[in-house]
T-cell receptor, first 115, second 111 residues
């Protein structure tokens, strides 16, 4: 069964550095998402992306975050100047559509550790 | 603002038991609801999705119900197995928006 793949599985970065998290969504999916989960807390929505544009973003997704689909297969999340509080598990998801019957499929996540 | 809660926070049962996990949400105007399974340090595996117009969905030993008017969903697991041990997350999608997740129920099925 097709799946969402994320790389790397674990990223360790010094505070203030830029980091790029990568995702390959399921190939025939059109909608892409990033979520994060701080250790011990709920999964939180960050951003959704469709047709090369952000379609929705949460309050968490401030100016230090950006997303890009640089080619036909990858979807990236960039954090410009990382902070300690950015340490979390970041999940990428994709869906074929946004209808009520369309589930979102998640990757295994990237654990981001900011030192 | 939509809030999602899940009860119990943790559950430990002997193998073979049937069990029910509960999810409550504050705003009944939802588009759909999705149940996920999360293994430690892993991603989210989609289990069942219920559209707002549906009452229940079944997949194997899993059955999820939705009572939108009361803001509740239940996930029923029949004949539990040790391999079912994981955290189960409920996520609600308000209209035109993206998922709001509950805190999860951590399930341990003892052999």
């Amino acid at each position: 069964e097709p799946e969402v793949t994320q790389t790397p599985s674990h990223q360790v970065t010094q505070m203030g550095q830029e980091v790029i998290l990568r995702c390959v969504p399921i190939s025939n999916h059109l909608y892409f998402y990033w979520y994060r989960q701080i250790l011990g807390q709920k999964v939180e929505f960050l951003v959704s992306f469709y047709n090369n544009e952000i379609s929705e973003k949460s309050e968490i997704f401030d100016d230090q975050f950006s997303v890009e689909r640089p080619d036909g297969s990858n979807f990236t999340l960039k954090i410009r100047s990382t902070k300690l509080e950015d340490s979390a598990m970041y999940f990428c998801a994709s869906s074929r559509g946004q209808g009520a019957g369309q589930p979102q499929h998640f990757g295994d996540g990237t654990r981001l550790s900011i030192l | 603002k939509q809030e999602v809660t899940q009860i119990p926070a943790a559950l430990s049962v002997p193998e073979g038991e049937n069990l029910v996990l509960n999810c409550s949400f504050t705003d009944s105007a939802i588009y759909n609801l999705q149940w996920f399974r999360q293994d430690p340090g892993k991603g989210l595996t989609s289990l069942l999705l219920i559209q707002s117009s549906q009452r229940e969905q079944t997949s194997g030993r899993l059955n999820a119900s939705l009572d939108k008017s009361s803001g509740r969903s239940t996930l029923y697991i029949a004949a539990s197995q040790p391999g079912d041990s994981a955290t189960y997350l409920c996520a609600v999608r308000p209209h035109g928006q993206n998922f709001v997740f509950g805190p999860g129920t951590r399930l341990s099925v003892l052999p």
